[in-house]
């Protein structure tokens, strides 16, 4: 097998595709609930988003359960943008843990970040050439990948999506959230809150991730269609994008801060965006001012969510979108199902400080013992 950087597998099967959509077969497991899901069938729009899809498919909500164990170990490669936050940790333990479930192997391959496309487009021609029985893919790019995804294609091997978005047509099957609906969620929240407040205009900063990924542009829509429907004034003031490393967007959010701190209400940031803009905000007195809201969650949001430093966060759970996708990774290869959705969108939440005692946390985030692990090989337990 080629240098394969390996990091962990999250484990999550797509339930029995089409039928298994609509009713849990007598042999999936009780340990996990079906998960609320949008299945999206063809005919949709060439080339379009997730959301693309949701407008233009044929929509059936319903629940995706969980897969019966494989008839064989089956190698899936899943290729990460990185590893560097806690939404991909989560992801990795949900792989980890059905993969274990459904006797199959996997292998995490994350590239190096948001700025690293070569990376993990080498990372795709290795898992081809390694001949993996199916690549699950969470793109950097919008389109960037699309050839890559043709050749694993061509080479007999399914490709399925997980979270990040993108353009391709040669994917088997999309397993994501509506990344405009995140944005949207986020935003409305916003507009609840400072309706209470007694604010009659607000004034929002973003820090969504880095430009040209799918989820950035998702939650950037998403925000400026909640701001223009408002009945509100909602004016965007500043946008400002860059890799949801920690550092590189604890100093975007002091950049914002210094020009516009006077001005702003609210800033709504990225899983990795969020949590780094509370000590900028701390630092330059507005933090009792300014609420920072999430457009995703992760345990470090919870927390930060439990002491109020951040007040509200979308979920496009991570765990239950690993699932899914390695759940349907395993009904595809198994053959399992009659016809296959075009996309599956894990339906979304919200939580703040109201909710948080009786919220699901375990669709989005990892158990507080995981540890970090980016392969499993069922005759290696």
Request: with cysteine; net charge neutral; hydrophobic share 45%.
């Amino acid at each position: 097998m080629p240098r394969l950087r390996i990091l962990s597998l999250f484990c999550l099967t797509l339930g029995h595709a089409v039928s298994a959509c609509a009713a849990p077969p007598a042999s999936s497991p009780a340990r996990y609930a079906p998960i609320p899901v949008d299945a999206i069938y063809a005919p949709v729009q060439p080339n379009g988003t997730a959301d693309d899809a949701l407008a233009s498919g044929k929509v059936e909500r319903t629940v995706f359960p969980m897969a019966a164990r494989a008839s064989k170990p089956w190698r899936l490669a899943f290729l990460f943008p990185h590893i560097k936050d806690p939404y991909w940790v989560a992801c990795s333990s949900a792989l980890i843990s059905e993969a274990r479930r459904l006797g199959v192997a996997i292998d995490i391959l994350p590239a190096a970040g948001y700025d690293d496309l070569a990376g993990q487009l080498q990372l795709m021609d290795e898992a081809i050439a390694a001949r993996y029985d199916a690549i699950v893919i969470s793109p950097i790019a919008m389109t960037a990948n699309n050839a890559s995804i043709a050749k694993a294609r061509a080479a007999g091997i399914p490709v399925f999506e997980l979270a990040n978005d993108s353009r391709s047509d040669d994917l088997t099957i999309k397993i994501t959230t509506s990344l405009r609906e995140m944005g949207r969620q986020a935003t409305r929240w916003v507009l609840d809150d400072a309706r209470k407040r007694g604010l009659k205009t607000v004034n929002l900063g973003l820090l969504p991730g880095p430009l040209g990924a799918g989820w950035v542009k998702g939650e950037v829509d998403g925000t400026r269609y909640a701001a223009q429907v408002a009945d509100l004034e909602v004016n965007i003031i500043d946008i400002r994008y860059g890799d949801s490393d920690a550092a590189e967007q604890a100093e975007l959010a002091s950049q914002m801060l210094n020009r516009y701190g006077s001005k702003l209400d609210y800033i709504i940031g990225c899983t990795g965006c969020a949590p780094a803009a509370i000590a900028p905000l701390k630092a330059a007195g507005l933090a009792s001012r300014i609420k920072l809201v999430a457009y995703d969650l992760t345990g470090e949001i919870a927390e930060a969510i439990r002491g109020g430093e951040i007040a509200a966060a979308a979920d496009t759970r991570a765990v239950s979108q690993a699932r899914v996708a390695i759940n349907a990774a395993v009904n595809v290869l198994e053959k399992r199902q009659p016809r296959l959705p075009h996309t599956l969108l894990i339906q979304l939440g919200i939580v703040d400080q109201q909710n948080f005692t009786r919220y699901p946390f375990d669709s989005s985030i990892a158990p507080d013992n995981y540890k970090l692990q980016l392969k499993f090989e069922p005759n290696k337990i």
